[in-house]
């Protein structure tokens, strides 16, 4: 094959290649924002177990959830700094929050080793801050309340 009998252009190829190359380029913007819109979704499951956990009245199960230790019964001397009196002082229904009715997550705000969860109770228009830590998904009171807007 000679320089004069090289084969015809075939633009159906480049167009083929341009096609894939932009699919490919859009799903990983998609991916790229899905990933970052969601990013927080680990920490909101934890505040959402909580919650739903105290709508139940489960405070026991809403104490394990707090310190990620389902089984907190076994060694409760490990929770000495929270023991289950003072938590159910503050959850309980006696507690700033009195019962539990309903919870929405309202927005999460990141910072540090952790996250704050904003939660909004019973429909008031103050809202609960908890603190989830990323590495371990305890969970704590924030180092600063966010308020909805």
Request: proline share 5%; net charge neutral; glycine share 8%.
């Amino acid at each position: 094959m000679t320089l004069f009998e090289a084969k015809e252009y075939d633009p159906s190829k480049d167009r083929k290649k341009r096609v894939i190359v932009i699919s490919i380029i859009v799903v990983v913007i998609v991916l790229g924002v899905l990933i970052w819109h969601y990013r927080y979704w680990p920490y909101e499951h934890v505040a959402d177990k909580f919650f739903s956990a105290l709508e139940q009245k489960d405070y026991e199960k809403a104490y394990g959830v707090w310190f990620n230790d389902p089984d907190w019964k076994q060694h409760p001397d490990q929770h000495k700094q929270y023991n289950f009196n003072n938590f159910y002082l503050d959850w309980g229904p006696g507690g700033e929050w009195g019962l539990v009715k309903e919870h929405k997550i309202y927005t999460t705000v990141g910072g540090g080793t952790g996250v704050t969860v904003v939660v909004i109770v019973n429909g008031r228009s103050q809202a609960a801050n908890v603190w989830v830590e990323k590495k371990d998904k305890t969970m704590s009171f924030p180092p600063r309340e966010y308020e909805p807007q």
